[in-house]
């Protein structure tokens, strides 16, 4: 069943993008528990996007590599300034490390939901949001996390 759910969102994921054109290319900062960055592009669709995120974050006792596909719906608020929420699904790579030399690795699936606001330059290509996205881990274990807060900053073509 797992195998099942990962190849039908990597068909998905794969489908859309091959009929998206990139709009916006940077970095998020904050995601995964607080203190990663994430390579993050938005690829138009219509008047909604696709983010991807490819991110690593570590800490005292663990790493964790990722990567983020979320489907948002846009809208503006005025002034340069917009909202966006969306859902997707995050696939990770956690290891850790208990402080005493043993540790462990896992592969990891969650459902997330993303929503924030951004602010669009109008006089040099350049986007900045702040959005938080919570995470609905599936496996290896069921678990809910709120996010953190992230913030990003990104090239608009």
Same mark, same amino acid.
């Given at each position: 069943?797992?195998?099942?759910?990962?190849?039908?969102?990597? *068909?998905?994921?794969?489908?859309?993008?091959?009929?998206?054109?990139?709009?916006? !290319?940077? *970095?998020?900062?904050?995601?995964?528990?607080?203190?990663?960055? =994430?390579?993050?592009?938005?690829?138009?669709?219509?008047?909604?996007? +696709?983010?991807?995120? +490819?991110?690593?974050?570590?800490?005292?006792?663990?790493?964790?590599?990722?990567?983020?596909?979320?489907?948002?719906?846009?809208?503006?608020?005025?002034?340069?300034?917009?909202?966006?929420?969306? *859902?997707?699904?995050? !696939?990770?790579?956690?290891?850790?490390?208990?402080?005493?030399?043993?540790?462990?690795?896992?592969?990891?699936?969650?459902? *997330?939901?993303?929503?924030?606001? =951004?602010?669009?330059?109008?006089?040099?290509?350049?986007?900045?949001?702040?959005?938080?996205?919570?995470?609905?881990? +599936?496996?290896?274990?069921?678990?809910?996390?709120?996010?953190?807060?992230?913030?990003?900053?990104?090239?608009?073509?």
């Amino acid at each position: 069943m797992k195998k099942i759910f990962i190849a039908i969102v990597a *068909v998905f994921a794969m489908s859309t993008m091959a009929t998206a054109q990139i709009q916006d !290319l940077g *970095v998020r900062f904050g995601g995964g528990q607080g203190y990663g960055a =994430e390579l993050s592009a938005m690829w138009g669709l219509g008047g909604n996007r +696709l983010e991807t995120d +490819l991110g690593w974050a570590s800490g005292d006792h663990h790493s964790d590599f990722s990567l983020a596909g979320i489907y948002q719906w846009t809208g503006e608020i005025g002034s340069g300034f917009g909202w966006y929420a969306g *859902v997707g699904a995050r !696939l990770a790579w956690w290891s850790w490390d208990n402080g005493y030399g043993n540790g462990d690795s896992d592969l990891a699936l969650a459902l *997330v939901g993303q929503a924030g606001i =951004e602010y669009n330059f109008d006089a040099i290509p350049i986007q900045l949001s702040l959005d938080i996205r919570p995470n609905f881990w +599936l496996i290896p274990n069921t678990a809910f996390h709120w996010g953190d807060i992230a913030l990003g900053i990104r090239y608009r073509f």
